[in-house]
């Protein structure tokens, strides 16, 4: 017989993961991820999050939403378009 766990306490929720696992979301909405980044990436991050006054989370979804956002440029730019600016038209 599986003991069932009592709820957890804090400020998240636990549900299902994609995997089947459990995994804790915040009344905002957030997941928790954990990432490996290299000592000079750590470091740039450190220094702008001292410099903006932001958290280091916060750049990083800052980040994510940029990589996210330029993916979909792509995705949505026609064939052939890449590196077209009009210029190379001749005038009439």
């Given amino acids: 017989m599986v003991k069932e766990q009592p709820p957890k306490k804090g400020p998240g929720k636990r549900t299902t993961g994609p995997r089947g696992g459990t995994t804790t979301v915040t009344e905002a909405g957030l997941l928790r991820k954990n990432l490996w980044i290299t000592h ?53």
Avoid: Y
């Fill in 40 to 92: 000079e990436q750590n470091e740039g991050l450190r220094l702008l999050a001292f410099r903006t006054r932001r958290s280091e989370a916060d750049l990083i979804r800052q980040g994510i939403d940029l990589v996210l956002a330029l993916a979909d440029q792509a995705e949505e730019a026609p064939a052939g378009a890449a590196g077209r600016d009009g210029a190379d038209e001749e005038e009439s």
